[in-house]
Every structure is written in structure tokens, then in C-alpha cells.
């Protein structure tokens, strides 16, 4: 009898452990996403724009930044490199319509 006891305890604290776990791990808000397709579908289409955008701001600031430190390296005049970045410089103007 007294061995039954000990273990419908230990059942019981685990089984308390185990609720802790799932509402820690959110499973049942996840549940409720999966029973709704379409809110699903908005979260991931508003993630995926939010992604792009963010890759786009990004590259256009490193690239900014890599073609204001080439013309940094223009001005210190090195022979031979001065004039191959020059040119890259003007390659990317003459792309993008000479905005920078």
C-alpha cells in the first residue's frame, strides 16, 4: 500500500513538471496558431517581408560603407591602386546613374 502511495506522489510530481514544461514552451498558443492557417500564413508573410527588408537596408549600408572607404583609399593616392578603385568607383556610378 505504502509503495502505491510513493509512487502515485512521484507520478503526480512529474506530471506537475511536465504541465511546467508545456506552458513554459507556450505549446498550447502554438496549438492555436496551427488551428488557424490563415493567421499562420500572415505571421510568416509579415516575417518574410521583415527579413527582406532588413537584408536590403543592410547590404545597401555595407556596400555604402565599402565604397566611401574606396574613395578614402583614392584620396591617399597610391600608385596603381588609386586608379583600379577609381575605376570600380566609376563603374558603380555610372550604374546606379552617379547618386552618390
Not at 578614402?72 to 546606379?96: C, H
Amino acid at each position: 500500500m505504502e509503495k502505491e502511495g510513493k509512487q502515485a506522489e512521484f507520478m503526480a510530481v512529474q506530471l506537475e513538471k511536465l504541465v511546467r514544461q508545456l506552458e513554459s514552451m507556450r505549446v498550447a498558443q502554438y496549438m492555436e496558431l496551427l488551428e488557424k492557417p490563415a493567421r499562420l500564413i500572415f505571421i510568416n508573410f509579415v516575417a518574410g517581408i521583415s527579413r527582406g527588408l532588413g537584408i536590403a537596408i543592410g547590404a545597401t549600408l555595407v556596400f555604402a560603407l565599402m565604397i566611401e572607404g574606396l574613395r578614402q583609399l583614392i584620396l591617399l593616392n597610391i600608385p596603381g591602386i588609386g586608379n583600379f578603385i577609381a575605376d570600380i568607383i566609376r563603374i558603380v556610378e555610372s550604374k546606379n546613374g552617379g547618386t552618390f
